[in-house]
């Protein structure tokens, strides 16, 4: 590489990384990942963004500047919060963010999968809580184990999952439910 083009090559690079991930289907790759989540971007209506929690609450609500944004907070009373990182997984089809925890010994590697993936949890008592701003027209789905799924206001589809939690949904569309959502409490327009 030439000394001139070493100053593009790196302005190029911190680009790549304050969008997170740079090019489809790129995860931030194991061992990566993101020790806090203050994540943001435009989305195209017609995509979707993903969360994918284990322990703790997802809450969305309306864009009002048409960015989705995502933050999230950890606590753990006995586990270090470190202990569970971030992932952003950019595909064709738009974006998943997971909350990671680690590995369990003699099971399959924890990913960061769109619409799936492995996630054991063992002993980890942290919990992460996810706030999320979805703009108009982009379709949301929240997945969690321990936690509430949340959606007020959204303008768009939204799926929401929980299996020990409340589910309450607002949204212009009709909202999707599974068996381990339900029951749901659910307002429309």
């Known amino acids: 590489m030439s000394p001139r083009a070493l100053p593009t090559a790196c302005a190029l690079l911190l680009t790549c990384a304050s969008l997170v991930a740079c090019s489809d289907d790129s995860p931030t ?3 990566d990942g993101l020790q806090d989540l203050d994540w943001s971007a435009g989305m195209q209506a017609g995509q979707t963004l993903e969360i994918r929690g284990v322990n703790g609450s997802i809450l969305a609500t309306a864009s009002p500047d048409g960015t989705a944004r995502v933050t999230a ?12 990182t971030f992932e952003v997984v950019t595909h064709s089809g738009g974006v998943t963010i997971c909350a990671m925890y680690p590995d369990v010994s003699g099971e399959p590697d924890n990913e960061c999968v769109p619409g799936g993936g492995q996630m054991t949890v063992r002993d980890n008592d942290v919990v992460v809580t996810f706030d999320v701003q979805v703009p108009e027209g982009v379709g949301l789905i929240e997945w969690t184990v321990n936690g509430n799924v949340r959606a007020t206001a959204v303008r768009s589809e939204v799926v929401g999952f929980t299996v020990n939690g409340d589910a ?3 949204t212009t569309d009709l909202p999707e439910w599974t068996p381990a959502s339900m029951p749901p409490r659910s307002t429309g327009p």
Do not use: Q
């Open 29 to 31: 790759g194991p061992g």
């Open 73 to 84: 907070d950890k606590n753990g009373n006995n586990s270090p919060e470190s202990s569970v």
């Open 168 to 170: 309450s949904i607002s």
